[in-house]
């Protein structure tokens, strides 16, 4: 069965340094997300992404944020000077359409700032 | 503004019970709801799904009921098993595709 996969599983970084979580979605999707989890907490949109570009983002996605779709495979999330507040699990999905179509999570990376 | 909140927090129940696990929505304009289950150390997993012209829907084992007049959503799960141990979580699917989780029930079955 497709898997959307999630690397790495568990990511540690000093506060401060960049990080970039990289996800490969199911390969005939065309929509994309990620989501993070506080520790304890419910799952929370930061941003879709759909023919090369964001469709939406959530508040929590500010500036330190960004996604890419680098080579039509992966879907990378990258935080470019990460705080300690950006520790969480953090979840990509995909779907083949964009509405009430079901959407595939990864496994998730787990973030740990120091 | 929209949100998608769980009545409770944690459900025990017997091995061969059955579970019903409770969601309520805010967002009337809402047309899709979808219902995961967390385990430990993994990403949430589909369940089952609804489109707001459905009142019930059944899969193996679970059905979700809908009810749009007071905005209410369920999660039944017929002869629960210790493999159904984990947070279930409602999610509503907004404009643009995004999801709006629930706070998430842990569901705890006893052997």
């Known amino acids: 069965e497709p898997e959307v996969t999630q690397t790495p599983s568990h990511q540690v970084t000093q506060m401060g340094q960049e990080v970039i979580l990289r996800c490969v979605p199911i390969?005939?999707?065309?929509?994309f997300y990620w989501y993070r989890q506080i520790l304890g907490q419910k799952v929370e949109f930061l941003v879709s992404?759909?023919?090369?570009?964001?469709?939406?983002k959530s508040e929590i996605f500010d500036d330190q944020f960004s996604v890419e779709r680098p080579d039509g495979s992966n879907f990378t999330l990258k935080i470019r000077s990460t705080k300690l507040e950006d520790s969480a699990m953090y979840f990509c999905a995909s779907t083949a359409g964009v509405t009430k179509n079901i959407q595939y999570f990864g496994a998730g990376t787990r973030l740990s700032v120091l | 503004g929209e949100s998608v909140g769980l009545h409770l927090p944690t459900l025990s129940v017997q091995e061969g019970d059955n579970s019903i696990i409770n969601c309520a929505y805010s967002n009337s304009a809402s047309d899709y709801f979808i219902w995961y289950k967390q385990e430990s150390g993994k990403g949430p997993q589909f369940i089952i799904d609804i489109r707001s012209n459905m009142d019930k829907r059944q899969g193996q084992r679970v059905t979700v009921l809908l009810n749009k007049t007071v905005k209410h959503l369920s999660l039944q799960i017929a002869a629960t098993q210790p493999g159904d141990s984990a947070v279930y979580f409602c999610?509503?699917?907004?404009?643009?595709?995004?999801?709006?989780f629930g706070q998430g029930t842990e569901l705890s079955v006893k052997p």
């Open positions: 992404f759909y023919n090369n570009e964001i469709s939406e």
């Open positions: 390969s005939n999707h065309l929509y």
């Open positions: 999610a509503e699917s907004g404009v643009g595709g995004k999801l709006i």
